[in-house]
């Protein structure tokens, strides 16, 4: 079987193409040229610090945890340690850096827990710097924006903090603040 040759004049396109760049640019053009003038003038190389410095080494530990915090795959969170990762770990030293990356080998759920005070934290996050902080600034926005009618007592669940049915605080939940009026 025989199969039919296109000629779609690539031979004289190409003339074309070179002849255009070799006007535009004064002088014969080829591809090779092309990329060593790309390789040149690129902003993106540059020589004045090799990758293997300790200030390289350290900005690429912080970003790589600062993408480990916001992307969690847990909204709350992404939101909870994402926005305390974003504050803190630039100016975290080397040590701070690894408490952090220990908290976040921990599992979202338990870590969520943890840092609501739904559950307690085992020992070894207590005794994690990186951890406390984070707690502590947790605590410091849920005082400052929860409901305390809407939320469980502490070491309990939040979902049994609200009986939707009887419209009312349910068995876990907190008493209600008086009101001032």
Do not use: C
Not at 108 to 116: E, G
């Amino acid at each position: 079987m025989k199969y039919a040759s296109f000629d779609h004049g690539s031979v004289a396109m190409s003339e074309r193409r070179k002849n255009s760049k070799a006007s535009r640019f004064g002088r014969s053009v080829t591809w090779g040229n092309i990329s060593a003038m790309l390789r040149l003038s690129s902003p993106l190389t540059t020589t004045s610090a090799p990758a293997n410095t300790p200030d390289v080494q350290r900005k690429a530990a912080v970003n790589r945890l600062l993408y480990r915090s916001k992307q969690r795959g847990f909204l709350e969170m992404d939101l909870l340690v994402g926005l305390w990762a974003e504050r803190n770990l630039p100016t975290m030293d080397k040590g701070q850096l690894a408490a952090m990356e220990t908290v976040l080998d921990q599992e979202n759920p338990d870590l969520f827990k943890w840092l609501t005070g739904q559950e307690e934290a085992p020992e070894a996050m207590k005794a994690n710097p990186a951890f406390m902080d984070m707690k502590r600034n947790v605590e410091e926005r849920l005082a400052a924006h929860r409901d305390n009618a809407a939320m469980s007592r502490p070491g309990k669940d939040w979902v049994r903090g609200w009986d939707d049915w009887n419209k009312a605080p349910g068995p876990n939940a907190m008493a209600a603040p008086e009101r001032k009026e």
